[in-house]
């Protein structure tokens, strides 16, 4: 799994950001439930992988708001 770039996410319109984020969300829980019950042996990257995406998207969300709150006022 490659790293997502933040060019690419910037094309995203705010209602597939929204779902990218909880997709992404579900996916670290997923990662995590898989760690606890020892089903995951392998693929410890994708941790660092899903939180750095989260990361992203999370941050061009607040962009996005700060954006819009700029132009309201």
């Known amino acids: 799994m490659a790293l997502v770039k933040i060019a690419d996410l910037r094309k995203l319109s705010d209602d597939e ?3 990218a ?3 992404t969300k579900r996916e670290l829980c997923d990662l ?3 760690k606890a019950t020892r089903q995951l042996e392998t693929g410890f ?3 660092k992988h899903n939180r750095r995406k989260l990361a992203q998207l999370m941050t061009l969300e607040t962009e996005r ?3 819009n709150a700029a132009k309201e006022a």
């Open 32 to 34: 995590r439930f898989k």
């Open 45 to 47: 990257h994708q941790f």
């Open 21 to 23: 984020i909880a997709d």
């Open 65 to 67: 708001k700060t954006a």
């Open 17 to 19: 950001l929204k779902t």
